[in-house]
């Protein structure tokens, strides 16, 4: 009787230890590019749970090569010794995004070293002659985009429709005074895009903002598995 006690007793506490097991996070699958405003070294990523892992790619002035990732998120990307240095979370709707890279300031002496923005990059929010622009300076910024009269909000703005040739003139407000804070001008081919990032100025109580200018032709839609 002790014996088949003991038995009962193991049994249940087995059963209880697999169905107490937290229900394993469901997949995800996305591709991916990186950028950052300022060089990252070093800094890589597993595409799935059988995957040796694969350092990124940073380009000074244009997206990264396009990455596959197959799993449980975060998406978690490290450093040479295996420290996980920065996490990304991306929405089940999106397919395509981009990541944008910026360090964490002051530097930290230990966990995530980099934050990461998630931008939907996929074809449909961001097509051929899209033009997609990203406030980041931290000022108020309102101008013109070819005849067009914008107004940006901090972060992403709608994505604009321009000819392949558009001027674009971005003033801010200061003590009541308008000031220059941004001009440039965009040149595109028919099938390609541009996502303009502005960054906060480069010296203390500068108005001109830093900026990054990508251009590149939206992503075919992915390949479904069962299709491969």
């Known amino acids: 009787m002790a014996h088949a006690l003991r038995y009962l007793t193991a049994a249940i506490a087995m059963a209880t230890a697999v169905h107490g097991q937290p229900p394993r996070a469901p997949e995800q699958a996305f591709r991916f590019t990186v950028f950052s405003a300022r060089p990252v070294e070093g800094v890589s990523f597993s595409p799935n749970l059988r995957a040796a892992p694969q350092k990124l790619v940073f380009y000074p002035t244009a997206r990264s090569p396009r ?61 051929p002659s899209g033009l997609a622009i990203i406030n980041l300076s931290g000022l108020a910024l309102a101008g013109t985009v070819g005849r067009a009269d914008v107004v940006l909000k901090s972060g992403l703005n709608p994505t604009l429709q321009v000819s392949r040739t558009a001027k674009i003139m971005l003033r801010t407000t200061f003590k009541g005074r308008s000031y220059q804070s941004y001009a440039g001008e965009l040149e595109m081919k028919a099938a390609e895009r541009a996502l303009l990032i502005l960054f906060p100025p480069f010296y203390k109580g500068s108005l001109e903002v830093q900026s990054r200018l990508l251009i590149d032709e939206p992503p075919l839609p992915p390949v479904p598995a069962n299709a491969r």
């Open 67 to 127: 990455y596959e990732f197959r799993g449980a998120l975060p998406l978690r990307f490290t450093d040479a010794s295996g420290a996980v240095v920065a996490e990304a979370t991306v929405p089940p709707e999106m397919h395509d995004v981009l990541l944008l890279f910026s360090a964490v300031e002051p530097v930290p002496s230990s966990g995530l070293r980099y934050q990461i923005a998630v931008l939907d990059d996929g074809a449909a929010r961001h097509g």
